[in-house]
């Protein structure tokens, strides 16, 4: 095993330290807890969101002006604990209420949730929404339902900015639900990754295999197969989401193409262009385009192409201003 840390056990708070020490602009610790908080909060509905580390910059990355007030980190690939989750309410919480933003994983689902009946006991209001754009698989190794994934970014962006303009927790849940409704994931991978306190891959592909549909802790999708080139890959993948979407001519969109850790801006970006071309071709017009590492796994190669059918409050929503420090939009 070849990674720039030290001791296993330690990943997770030497990476949230070095976080908070790169950027205090935006993001400070609370004390004694793996939880990120806004450094400049203010007085409107406050937006927590949280899952195992390793997928940087989800979810730490994302805490700030228009997106999250709060993130919460377990260990790699693992739910925070109910402990830590509450701190997370607690610190996102500025008397507005606060919305859970929870990926579909079994352990992230009953963690939150535990989280959320402390901090009702404590006097907060709590809402929650649960993501679940992966088309790849049903039902798979941690979930009932689909699983969430690189989707999830969507719906900090546009949640995060209804609840910047000051609507109440009622409407802000609202629009986080229509993002869940409207969102769609497919991902594949070119190679394992390696927690590290396990030492070794967590699965194996040959050098001519690929994964398609696979999820973002390493759990498997849907078949290995030899490797293609590009644009079949590419077109596989968003062919998929484009009919579980039921998009039609004239509707819009916006799209994100996600790395998985190890994959160089280049490739994703010929990924990218095949997207770009397909969607045109059927007359619908991209609206944005995101390109790059946002929810990752480790070192893993490979992508996730999610893609978003708008409308207008959607669409006003997403262009609304936002400033963390994986984010950035004015």
Do not use: W
Not at 42 to 70: N, Q
Not at 164 to 172: A, C
């Amino acid at each position: 095993m070849k990674k720039l840390i030290n001791n296993p056990a330690n990943v997770v708070n030497e990476m949230l330290e070095g976080i908070v020490s790169a950027h205090p602009d935006y993001v400070k610790r609370v004390v004694g807890f793996d939880v990120l908080q806004r450094t400049h909060s203010s007085k409107k509905v406050g937006l927590i969101s949280g899952g195992g580390s390793g997928h940087e910059p989800s979810h730490g990355g994302f805490v700030g002006k228009g997106m999250l007030d709060a993130a919460v980190a377990g260990d790699v690939f693992t739910s925070p604990t109910p402990d830590q989750v509450f701190e997370g309410i607690k610190a996102a919480d500025n008397g507005k209420g606060v919305l859970l933003v929870i990926k579909n994983y079994t352990g992230d689902i009953l963690n939150f949730e535990m989280a959320a009946e402390l901090a009702e006991a404590d006097g907060i209001k709590v809402e929650q929404v649960v993501v679940n754009d992966d088309i790849a698989v049903e039902d798979s190794t941690y979930t009932t339902g689909r699983r969430g994934t690189a989707g999830t970014v969507f719906i900090h962006k546009i949640a995060g900015a209804a609840a910047e303009r000051g609507q109440n927790i009622t409407s802000v849940k609202k629009v986080a639900e229509k993002v869940i409704s409207n969102v769609r994931t497919m991902g594949m991978s070119l190679s394992s990754c390696t927690i590290p306190a396990v030492g070794k891959p967590g699965f194996v592909l040959a050098e001519d295999e690929m994964e398609i549909g696979l999820g973002i802790h390493g759990e498997p999708g849907i078949r290995k197969e030899k490797i293609k080139s590009a644009d079949e890959i590419t077109s596989e993948l968003v062919k998929k989401i484009i009919n579980d979407l039921q998009l039609q001519k004239n509707d819009e969109v916006a799209v994100m193409i996600n790395g998985l850790g190890a994959t160089p801006l280049m490739e994703l970006y010929i990924v990218n262009n095949k997207v770009n071309a397909i969607i045109k071709e059927m007359g619908v017009n991209i609206h944005k385009t995101i390109v790059g590492n946002y929810m990752t796994a480790l070192e893993m190669a490979g992508c996730s192409i999610t893609v978003i059918k708008l409308d207008a409050e959607l669409k006003e929503l997403l262009d609304d201003v936002a400033d963390t420090p994986a984010y950035k939009q004015f």
